[in-house]
């Protein structure tokens, strides 16, 4: 059901993002040149790609890179394969993605890059051939200091190694610098897989911290038990969290008396595996409505509404999906002082770790895990530290969100006074 944000407006990620625009300009004064520098990429490209399948025949992808804002350096985004992939959400991931980079304080814009394809309908062969063109047709559009892809959903470490080889291949040169997220053994970077969770560890730390919470009295549960969702998990139960709740997209498992985490991580292999560690089996929308003090969607976009944002209990909301709360939800949960940290900030931490990678990259000099972690954990203390600061120093700034957003759009802004191309 979507919800009613206005006359012509849908709740989907790209209005989202413009809503969330349109409350920062309602707390700090923002020029006509201002709004429209933030309102509009940079440079969008669109290409139809061809690839040869393995019967012959030649199927056509549609394919976006969308470049939203460079005025901080080259832009950072990555690459997602999935069937309803258009320009109108690449270029609002983008535009996150240039939020991100700023409230993490590194120094690249944001872009993103899609296909539209199911990747699990391909052959390993297509898949390669599929990146490979995807490469050819962008290819004077990335580079090491220009536009920095990444992987993103149903995108890896292969998929990666696939396009820097093919990229070196044109240029005629090495080039490890031109795309991240790449495996540790062909120059990618020690921690980079984990670092996400590791990074939204560190915020609820900080979180914590700042509030006084005792992590050893804290009910957590965890929508999503992937990539981000499984580390996440692992990180928490080992700083004294309690989780209670954790779920995939076949359903999810509940025990008041917490998982057994650490076993459940080790064996976990497909969905029917999860339904094997929980007293109680639930769905993603029960979890979210459970009596727990930290909910963490870590899933996919819209599942915090205001169909269901009435009946969730928790006190603190660690958003590490994308837009894991629409905007009515969002404005329900801050007039019922629950506590948002907000994706642009709680999640950063992989494109913090991808920013790593890339230095690592340029300079020629590789990191231990230890150390990646350590400036990582540091890096993010930083980050939180900075809307701390942005959040208590002006009383027009009520949410994190709101203090995130506001970091992270003057930092964007002050970027491009500098360049002449907005007022000083």
Not at 83 to 94: N, R
Request: net charge negative; aromatic share 8%.
């Amino acid at each position: 059901m979507e919800e009613d944000l206005g006359p012509g407006v849908k709740d989907t990620l790209c209005d989202t993002c413009a809503i969330q625009l349109d409350r920062v300009s309602q707390i700090t004064d923002l020029t006509d040149r201002e709004t429209e520098l933030l309102n509009q990429p940079n440079r969008s490209v669109n290409a139809n790609i061809p690839v040869r399948m393995d019967d012959g025949e030649i199927e056509v992808f549609s394919s976006f890179r969308v470049q939203y804002n460079n005025g901080r350096g080259p832009t950072k985004g990555g690459i997602r394969y999935h069937p309803g992939v258009d320009v109108s959400e690449v270029k609002e991931l983008a535009f996150l993605m240039t939020l991100k980079c700023a409230v993490a304080n590194i120094p690249f814009g944001g872009a993103k890059g899609g296909v539209q394809v199911d990747p699990d309908r391909l052959s390993a062969g297509e898949l390669e051939r599929l990146s490979r063109e995807y490469v050819k047709a962008f290819y004077s559009d990335i580079g090491p200091r220009t536009d920095i892809p990444a992987p993103d959903v149903n995108t890896d470490g292969r998929i990666m190694a696939w396009m820097r080889d093919e990229y070196e291949s044109i240029s005629g040169h090495q080039a490890p610098g031109v795309i991240t997220g790449k495996p540790v053994d062909f120059d990618g970077s020690e921690a980079r897989e984990y670092a996400t969770s590791l990074g939204g560890a560190v915020i609820l730390d900080e979180f914590v911290a700042e509030s006084k919470i005792q992590p050893k009295e804290s009910k957590v549960a965890i929508q999503g038990f992937g990539n981000v969702g499984s580390n996440l998990a692992v990180f928490l139960n080992g700083r004294g969290y309690d989780i209670v709740a954790v779920s995939n997209a076949a359903g999810g498992i509940y025990d008041s008396s917490g998982i057994n985490v650490s076993q459940l991580f080790d064996s976990y292999e497909s969905s029917e595996d999860l339904f094997a560690f929980g007293s109680k089996r639930i769905s993603n929308a029960e979890l979210l409505t459970l009596d727990v003090d930290v909910l963490i969607p870590a899933a996919i976009e819209d599942q915090i509404t205001m169909d269901n944002v009435e009946q969730v209990r928790a006190n603190v909301i660690l958003e590490m999906a994308n837009g894991p709360t629409t905007p009515k939800g969002d404005e329900y949960l801050a007039a019922n002082d629950v506590s948002v940290l907000p994706d642009i900030l709680a999640n950063a931490g992989g494109v913090t770790a991808s920013y790593f990678e890339w230095v690592q990259n340029t300079t020629n000099e590789y990191w231990s895990e230890k150390r990646v972690r350590d400036k990582l954990t540091t890096h993010m203390q930083e980050a939180f530290a900075d809307v701390q600061s942005r959040k208590s120093s002006s009383e027009h700034v009520g949410t994190w969100r709101e203090a995130a957003y506001l970091d992270s759009i003057e930092s964007v802004l002050q970027a491009e006074r500098y360049r002449g191309n907005a007022t000083e």
